[in-house]
Each structure stands twice: as C-alpha cells, then as structure tokens.
C-alpha cells in the first residue's frame, strides 16, 4: 500500500498546529529507521527549519536481556539543543508503545524538552502502555498475528503481514 | 630469536553462545570477519552516546561487572570501568594480588565468591598468557569473561579500538598499508592487531623490529617482516608504534634504550619515507624518547589520544555484546 496519501493527511494537520502554535517553532525528530523516513518526508514538506534529528533507540530498549543487541545500531544524531525545546517524536507505526517509551527516555538524556508531542503513520490496538498519538493518519484493527511494516526508503510501503 | 608458547587458537565455540552471538571475548583469533565488523559498527554507535549531556545509557542497568586485575593497570581498568558505568552496570574493581590470593585462597575458590555475589561478568588482565580463557572455561554458565590482556598472548578490545581508530581516519583497512613498529616480543596487542587485521582482509600489514624483538614464530602470523625503518615505514598508511616493554625483558635483547631510539625510534625525518596523510597510533603509556619523539606523539599525525576516546566506545560494545546475547535472559 501507497503511504503517500497517509503522509499527506499528516502534513495538512501537522501544518494547521504550526500555523496555531503559539511557542517557538518545534525541532522534528524521527525515530530509526521507518520513523526516520516519515519524518525526512514531513520535514521537507512543512519546511521546518531547524535541521532533522533521529533516534536510535537500541540502547534504551527494555527487551535487551532477551533480545540482545540488534546488529544495526546507528548513531542517534539530534543537531539542536533539546533543553526547553518543543520536539515532534516521529515513527511510522504505534503498536505496544514500548518504542516511544524507550525513545522519549532517550531525549531526556539530551535535555529536559519543554514538551513532546507523537506523531505516527499508522496506529494499531494492542497498547501496553499509557500512550497515544498526537498525529496519525491511519488506524488499523488487528490480530496479534498480523503485522504492519513500512519498507523503504524509496519507494515508501506500508505492508500487512499476515502468517 | 625467543620462543614463547603461546595458548593454542581458541576454538571460536568458546566465545560465541549457541545463537553464534558473542558470549566471551577472550581473543579475535577464529572470530568471522563479519563478528568484527559487526563490533565495530555497534561501536559507531555508542560513539554519540559520549556527545550526550547524559553520557549514559540503561542497557546493563543491573548488571554486575567485576574488573579482576592481576596485573597493575590503570588506563585499561579505567576505561572498562567508565564503559560499564556509561551502560549503567554496576561495577567493582579488584585488585587481586594484593587480595584475596597472597592469603593462599585458589583461583577458583575465588571465582566461586564472586559468581556467588550474582555478578554477570568478570574483566580479566593477567600476566600468564590463557588465563582469561582458563577462566571462561570454568565460571558459571550466565557469566561471560572479557580478556584485558594475558601475558603476552592477546588483547583484543585494544586491537578492535585500533581498527576501529584506524577505520574512522583511513577508511577501510583493505586498502591500507599498516605497520606496526617495536617490541613485537612482548606485545600481546601486536598479536591481536595482526590477527584482526589479518582477519579483515588489510592490504598489507608490517612488522618492523630488531630480530631480538620478533616472536619465533612471526612468520606463521602472515606479515611481511622489516628489519629497518626505512623500508618498514615507506609509504604506509598507519604507523602503529608499540610500548618497549622494558618490565618483560629478560636477557640482554637490547643494548640499550638510547640504541633502540637511534634505531627504531619514531622521529618525524623517520615519518617523512609513510604516505604524507598517514596516522601515527601507540596503544599507551608512550615512553617519550624511547620508541617515539614528543613532537610525533602530540604531533598532528598523532590519534594517540582518539585511540583512548575510542576505546570506550569500543568496550562499550563489547561488553553489550557478550551481555545481551542470553537467549531467554538472565536477569
């Protein structure tokens, strides 16, 4: 499936809020990788000007002990100070919410932002913790045996797993 | 030239847990090249973690790493202790010759005491060449054990920081010519510099020393041998120069200090014959006027102190490595 239209919808409201917003303008940051190619997308659409920052939550995860280390870590890179900062945190798809956990622990330990809003591609049931999205453009109901992936970078698709 | 027997090539069951992740790092010796790439991007990684306000991250929180040094050291203690502490590890530091040993406690009787304080990991350093391995071979089953250096055998979290220093200046060590210069005798780290170079396919690696100063079998490690540095330092990429351990020599395989320095010495004229960007390293701590000039050492060809920041990038990925490889997890 084509994200594009979802990533659309995202650009228009995340546009009207900018518009609305009252603070100094907010620093994007997307959250490796399908997180970070969503955010490359809207960063250039709403010509934010501070410059795009990502995330690798590999060092924050909370499955460390089962899972090990995933062999692609990359370096997270946030070219901005986030210390009173307002942060867009950016990924592609909300399921457990253990992700954005992880990834807001990680800000914090560049900074104490003046606040945090998420924005996402796509949401699905199946939260195991108190989060929910600021932005998001599709919602999907799902069995625990289905997934939803975004593959990419270029061309963006958004693909349901089923076993 | 001196034979010294060292421990036979570890089979690389031994390091690795069944899932064919890391599980101890006792020597890079039958390690796949792809395991070592493998570390050194993960090091990549944990190179930003020093550019955080907060310079630390909760992977080992709760984990116990005891640094077991019988051997003096304070730069490698140091930067394992500040890499566990950066994984917020619980970490303990024991000097182990002036503890428990000269009491008459066994080496193992010690290790039971430890492992009985739930610990997760011990650091090893050592004078006897195998001792990190003797021990892997006998802790519990959830402790993985990390060499800091044995005998004259190996020292392979400092080869992977040089190869990983080397990477970040030069690019890929395919394409570069290394030689590494001095005391090739007495210096685990050549040892593993070679095997991890040799390993990653490097384009040439030299060993440059007096005869007195070659192990006996250096031809088997797959260098190309040079007996002055005229020749051994021509158009290389890397200089690697390496601590004349003067606490090791036994016998006269000197004659002098003053004679190695006039000989073997790295001066900047000696530096002129490498290739004009190349990059000098030494593993520390530097004798000045031994086996490298002041000017060379603090010289901006020198990464001798880049070696040191990279090192605790480097131990940082090691040691999570080795701990976040328990399928099913430990703690």
Redesign the interface.
């Known amino acids: 499936m084509n994200p594009d239209p979802g990533i659309e919808t995202l650009v228009n409201e995340l546009r009207a809020w900018l518009d609305a917003f009252p603070g100094p303008e907010p620093a994007m940051v997307g959250i490796h990788t399908g997180g970070a190619w969503i955010a490359e997308r809207l960063h250039a659409r709403l010509g934010l000007s501070l410059p795009l920052g990502t995330l690798d939550i590999s060092f924050y995860r909370d499955d460390f002990t089962r899972k090990g280390l995933h062999p692609l870590v990359r370096p997270s890179h946030l070219p901005f100070e986030v210390e009173e900062r307002h942060i867009l945190l950016v990924d592609d798809v909300l399921y457990t919410g253990r992700t954005i956990r992880a990834a807001m622990n990680e800000l914090f330990d560049y900074g104490r932002p003046a606040s945090i809003r998420l924005v996402v591609l796509a949401e699905r049931n199946g939260r195991e913790l108190p989060i929910q999205p600021d932005f998001c453009a599709l919602h999907y109901n799902l069995t625990p045996e289905q997934q939803i992936k975004l593959s990419g970078p270029d061309p963006l698709r958004l693909e349901l797993l089923a076993p | 030239m001196m034979h010294v027997p060292q421990p036979g090539p570890l089979p690389a069951t031994q390091q690795l847990g069944p899932d064919g992740?890391l599980r101890h790092f006792l020597t890079v010796e039958g390690l796949s090249a792809e395991l070592l790439r493998?570390i050194l991007?993960?090091s990549?990684?944990?190179?930003?973690?020093a550019a955080?306000?907060?310079k630390?991250?909760?992977?080992l929180r709760g984990k116990t790493i005891f640094n077991l040094f019988f051997e003096p050291s304070t730069r490698t203690r140091t930067t394992f202790e500040l890499a566990a502490k950066r994984l917020s590890a619980d970490v303990m530091n024991m000097n182990i010759s002036a503890s428990a040993t000269r009491k008459g406690e066994s080496l193992l009787d010690t290790l039971r005491n430890l492992e009985a304080m739930h610990s997760d990991m011990f650091v090893v350093r050592h004078a006897e060449s195998g001792a990190a391995q003797l021990i892997a071979r006998h802790v519990a089953p959830h402790i993985s054990v990390i060499n800091a250096g044995d005998g004259r055998h190996a020292h392979p979290t400092q080869a992977m920081l040089d190869v990983f220093t080397i990477q970040r200046n030069k690019g890929d060590v395919r394409n570069l010519r290394i030689a590494i210069v001095g005391d090739i005798l007495h210096s685990r780290v050549a040892r593993s510099q070679i095997h991890a170079l040799n390993i990653l396919h490097a384009g040439e690696v030299r060993v440059v020393a007096p005869k007195t100063l070659l192990p006996a079998d250096v031809e088997q490690l797959g260098v190309h041998i040079h007996h002055d540095m005229t020749s051994g330092l021509r158009d290389v990429d890397v200089v690697i120069m390496l601590r004349l351990q003067k606490e090791r020599m036994s016998g006269a395989l000197l004659p002098s200090e003053h004679e190695f320095y006039r000989l073997y010495g790295l001066t900047e004229e000696r530096l002129a014959v490498a290739h004009p960007e190349a990059i000098v390293m030494h593993p520390g701590p530097v004798n000045r006027g031994v086996e490298i000039a002041s000017e060379v050492a603090d010289g901006p060809r020198s990464v001798i102190l880049e070696q040191v920041s990279n090192g605790l990038a480097v131990r940082m990925a090691i040691m999570?490595?080795c701990?976040?490889?328990?399928?099913?997890?430990?703690?």
């Open positions: 992740r493998e991007a993960v990549e990684s944990f190179m930003s973690v955080q306000p907060v630390k991250v909760p992977l999570s490595m701990l976040g490889a328990r399928p099913g997890g430990t703690a």
